[in-house]
């Protein structure tokens, strides 16, 4: 995704949110569980530094309906206003 990020013409606005216990299952086959908040934190570096109208949204929690209520509200509110 960084790469892509670093190639495009243009990149759209974008609001990045990821909760610290987005992980992979320890008990999953493959590679070892994957840290989807630090891995959206360094996309967030990277399209910032790219230039890109970026934002990220850390939370304490997973990904599911009770926290996605408030996080969707959130970025579209970022990205169309108050």
Do not use: C, K, N
């Not at 990045?16 to 996309?43: F, N, V």
């Amino acid at each position: 995704m960084a790469e892509r990020a670093l190639a495009a013409a243009q990149l759209p606005r974008l609001v990045l949110s990821a909760g610290s216990y987005e992980t992979a299952r320890p008990d999953e086959e493959g590679p070892p569980p994957d840290d989807i908040r630090e891995a959206s934190r360094q996309l967030y570096a990277v399209l910032r530094a790219r230039g890109a109208e970026a934002a990220f949204l850390p939370h304490a929690g997973g990904h599911d309906g009770f926290v996605w209520r408030g996080e969707a509200t959130e970025a579209l509110l970022r990205l169309y206003g108050r």
